[in-house]
């Protein structure tokens, strides 16, 4: 009977978690740098940066570009891999720095999405992240994050704002990390 309440509350949650779009792997298209031989130890996830001029959402934007680096960081600390976690500091050749832009960010229409669904009143959250060699700041790869609310409709989507897919694009960009970068992926 607890596994069935369980399930029960788990699937509304998740199907409240999930959204459309995606977060790619590691591309290395155009990267200046390869990683180091042995992998990184440590990393610092600087603040992002941001094109927006909408006057409406710059605020939020704003606040979104440390709010994801923080959730990078949190989840990296979480996946381990590395011996160091950081928001600041100066990197060295056993360190690897991850920043980026926001590129999208939209909270769209929460009543749109309600009410109509495909896609009208989407939230979206997109960024472009990027991992460089802390020792001459070279890339060694990008990860482009495209997210946005479930294109359906309904209480689902109404849910869901740019902030709600911070935490599923952190997680992404930690786990490429770990796996491409770590000590533990070259071992």
């Given at each position: ?60 934007v704003e606040m979104a570009t ?54 009208a009143g989407n939230s979206n ?63």
């Open positions: 009977m607890k596994h069935a309440l369980s399930l029960l509350f788990a699937l509304p949650v998740a199907l409240v978690l999930s959204s459309c779009g995606s977060v790619s792997g590691v591309d290395t298209t155009g990267a200046q740098a390869t990683s180091r031989s042995g992998g990184y130890d440590r990393v610092i996830v600087k603040d992002f940066s941001h094109s927006t001029t909408d006057y409406k959402v710059r605020s939020k440390k709010s994801l680096p923080d959730a990078i960081a949190s989840e990296l600390s979480k996946q381990g891999g590395f011996s160091k976690v950081s928001r600041s500091g100066k990197p060295d050749a056993s360190t690897l720095v991850i920043g980026g832009n926001i590129d999208q960010y939209d909270d769209g229409n929460a009543v749109m999405r309600l009410m109509i669904g495909f896609a959250l997109d960024a472009t992240v990027n991992y460089l060699d802390g020792a001459n700041g070279k890339s060694l790869g990008t990860v482009k994050a495209d997210k946005n609310s479930w294109a359906l409709g309904g209480g689902l989507a109404a849910a869901q704002t740019a902030d709600s897919f911070i935490d599923p694009i952190a997680k992404k960009i930690a786990s490429e990390a770990k796996t491409k970068f770590s000590k533990q992926a070259t071992q």
